[in-house]
């Protein structure tokens, strides 16, 4: 690793601990050059995966748009954002466990639903009266008593 102050390309590492936000390693580092420290991060790197839109379009798969809506529809809910993040690292992973290098976002957004539905009813309501595009209200109170008929066939 080419040392940030001197341009040396001989360090040492220090010390490695893993980082609870992301799968990075982070890295102390000191230069045997001139001794200064300095904080690396190693990533995993992966293959670009491409979202075909509901209009064909296709776009790089991004977890921060998931955390946007998961947000919006967790929003006044007391989901923690520890809660929120857990759920977009598990949606992001049943992304790469496809295997593939296209995913619709049809596909993405059961993966959201099914998420919400463990973590808190109305955020998943909410999602989903966005995401199914209800045409009128008596769509969406179908949609609800589905969902209705699902929890106490559950409970039972």
């Known amino acids: 690793m080419k040392c940030l102050y001197c341009g040396n390309e001989e360090s040492k590492v ?14 102390r580092r000191e230069c045997l050059g001139c001794g200064r420290r300095f904080t690396t991060y190693e990533t995993i790197e992966t293959t670009p995966i491409l979202v075909i839109k509901s209009n064909g379009e296709r776009e790089t798969f991004n977890s921060q ?3 946007i809506g998961i947000m919006k529809a967790c929003e006044k809910r007391p989901v923690s954002m520890r809660d929120i993040e857990s759920l977009v690292a598990d949606i992001e992973k049943q992304v790469y466990n496809l295997g ?3 995913v619709s976002s049809k596909t993405i957004g059961e993966f959201v639903m099914e ?3 463990k973590l808190d009813e109305v955020a998943y309501v909410r ?9 009128d209200i008596s769509t969406f109170f179908e949609f609800v008593n589905e969902y209705e008929k699902h929890l106490n066939s559950n409970k039972k």
């Open 127 to 135: 999602f989903a009266s966005v995401y199914k595009k209800f045409k």
């Open 14 to 27: 220090i010390d490695s601990r893993s980082t609870e936000e992301t799968n990075s390693i982070r890295r």
């Open 100 to 102: 593939d290098e296209e």
């Open 115 to 117: 998420g919400l539905k």
């Open 65 to 67: 748009k998931i955390k």
